[in-house]
T-cell receptor
Framework: NAGVTQTPKFQVLKTGQSMTLQCAQDMNHNSMYWYRQDPGMGLRLIYYSASEGTTDKGEVPNGYNVSRLNKREFSLRLESAAPSQTSVYFC?????????????FGPGTRLTVL | KNEVEQSPQNLTAQEGEFITINCSYSVGISALHWLQQHPGGGIVSLFMLSSGKKKHGRLIATINIQEKHSSLHITASHPRDSAVYICAVRSRRGGSQGNLIFGKGTKLSVKP
């Protein structure tokens, strides 16, 4: 039981390059989330998927796209990376989007855009 | 003004001390979470509460809904408690769809 896994752990991109961050969970959770964490700021929600087949924008969606591939997997794509997207990205999952559902976090992906 | 404010931002303690980290919020909430981020970056959920008090081992979390304030206490602190502690609230705004609002975290360092 691995929980929430993310790949890659580290990535360096040049401005304009594209990449996809992968996230998978093996807890049979319905809801999945992508956050970014920047120095001096709290975690901010980029996109979420309340259930398989649905995705919605969070607080900072610009420059990103997501795909809920199946119940287990939720990917985050940067189509044309910008230095402002340098950050640590966390994927999380929960049983439901319900107000009292605990979220389980992946180990994070540290992305640097040059 | 941030919707979730934590204090202090940084805290250094000696092993064995009683520690309190505070969280104040300005929005109506349905639940409040305390999270721990290890020095290696991993984030784990410690507590989720909507009223009263919860205890797990040496950790105690309390919330006062009327005062919009929560505290995380650590008794008999240990160097392995060194981490960033994050408060997050689930706002009643925008329905129940996953929108946690996070504080900036409190960095705790416990010296032996």
């Amino acid at each position: 039981n691995a929980g929430v896994t993310q790949t890659p752990k580290f990535q360096v991109l040049k401005t304009g390059q594209s990449m996809t961050l992968q996230c998978a969970q093996d807890m049979n959770h319905n809801s999945m989330y992508w956050y970014r964490q920047d120095p001096g700021m709290g975690l901010r929600l980029i996109y979420y998927s309340a259930s398989e087949g649905t995705t919605d924008k969070g607080e900072v969606p610009n420059g990103y796209n997501v795909s809920r591939l199946n119940k287990r997997e939720f990917s985050l794509r940067l189509e044309s990376a910008a230095p402002s997207q340098t950050s640590v990205y966390f994927c999380a999952s929960s049983t439901t989007p319900a107000v009292r559902a605990e979220q389980f976090f992946g180990p994070g992906t540290r992305l640097t855009v040059l | 003004k941030n919707e979730v404010e934590q204090s202090p931002q940084n805290l250094t303690a000696q092993e064995g001390e009683f520690i309190t980290i505070n969280c104040s919020y300005s929005v109506g909430i349905s639940a409040l979470h305390w999270l721990q981020q290890h020095p290696g970056g991993g984030i784990v959920s410690l507590f989720m509460l909507s009223s009263g008090k919860k205890k797990h081992g040496r950790l105690i979390a309390t919330i006062n809904i009327q005062e919009k304030h929560s505290s995380l206490h650590i008794t008999a602190s240990h160097p392995r408690d060194s981490a960033v502690y994050i408060c997050a609230v689930r706002s009643r705004r925008g329905g129940s769809q996953g929108n946690l609002i996070f504080g900036k975290g409190t960095k705790l360092s416990v010296k032996p």
